[in-house]
């Protein structure tokens, strides 16, 4: 017999009833199964004493047809009771991981709702900054048609007058004579 969970294997201990609405499945506990067998045997005993038993039908030869005994009904019931047990227990495992794929799957849906947010708001400030940039390159670009009319308009202004050509005063030869009057004019031409 297999134990799950701190499931005895004791005859008396009373089990999960599954029930199967689709399919028609009953599964009985092991408390309903020794129940019926027990009923099974104090109807084998009545059949001893009244010496007639309908389940054990003798061929002409006097061999048994086939039938089956109680004890090997009985281990039979075990042994499919077993089984089922083992199919309930895939079952509650199978149903946990569905549980556990299902509140995986529902984080991962928030997680994809965030990222989704978080790509939004970077669209709408990368749409701000590049109105921004448009806004101070439209500006930057009229100041520089200002000031390429104010260059062009100051050229005009030299080439309507053309430039005189400067003449630098030249000094006088010093003589090297000791006149005060010549020393200051030199002086001043200077």
Same mark, same amino acid.
């Given at each position: 017999m297999v134990k799950h969970r701190g499931e005895s294997s004791k005859m008396g201990q009373a089990g999960l009833l599954l029930q199967a609405a689709a399919g028609g499945l009953q599964v009985q506990t092991r408390s309903q199964t020794v129940g019926a067998a027990h009923e099974e045997r104090s109807s084998e005993q009545d059949e001893r004493e009244v010496g007639y038993s309908p389940r054990v039908e003798e061929a002409p030869s006097g061999a048994p047809t086939g039938k089956?005994?109680?004890?090997?009904?009985l281990t039979t019931a075990e042994t499919r009771l077993d089984v089922l047990e083992a199919s309930v227990e895939e079952l509650y495992q199978g149903q946990r991981r569905l549980l556990g794929v299902e509140s995986?799957?529902? %984080?991962?849906?928030?997680?994809?709702?965030?990222?989704?947010?978080?790509?939004?708001q970077l669209t709408e400030d990368t749409k701000d900054s590049v109105r921004h940039l448009h806004e101070v390159m439209t500006e930057l670009t009229a100041k520089v048609m200002v000031l390429t009319r104010t260059l062009d308009a100051g050229e005009n202004n030299t080439h309507a007058?053309?430039?005189?050509?400067?003449?630098?005063? %030249?000094?006088?030869?010093?003589?090297?004579?000791?006149?005060?009057?010549?020393?200051?004019?030199?002086?001043?031409?200077?």
């Amino acid at each position: 017999m297999v134990k799950h969970r701190g499931e005895s294997s004791k005859m008396g201990q009373a089990g999960l009833l599954l029930q199967a609405a689709a399919g028609g499945l009953q599964v009985q506990t092991r408390s309903q199964t020794v129940g019926a067998a027990h009923e099974e045997r104090s109807s084998e005993q009545d059949e001893r004493e009244v010496g007639y038993s309908p389940r054990v039908e003798e061929a002409p030869s006097g061999a048994p047809t086939g039938k089956k005994s109680h004890k090997e009904r009985l281990t039979t019931a075990e042994t499919r009771l077993d089984v089922l047990e083992a199919s309930v227990e895939e079952l509650y495992q199978g149903q946990r991981r569905l549980l556990g794929v299902e509140s995986s799957q529902e %984080e991962a849906e928030s997680r994809i709702e965030k990222v989704k947010s978080l790509i939004d708001q970077l669209t709408e400030d990368t749409k701000d900054s590049v109105r921004h940039l448009h806004e101070v390159m439209t500006e930057l670009t009229a100041k520089v048609m200002v000031l390429t009319r104010t260059l062009d308009a100051g050229e005009n202004n030299t080439h309507a007058a053309p430039p005189q050509n400067f003449r630098a005063p %030249e000094p006088h030869c010093y003589g090297g004579a000791r006149d005060a009057k010549e020393l200051e004019n030199f002086l001043f031409d200077i």
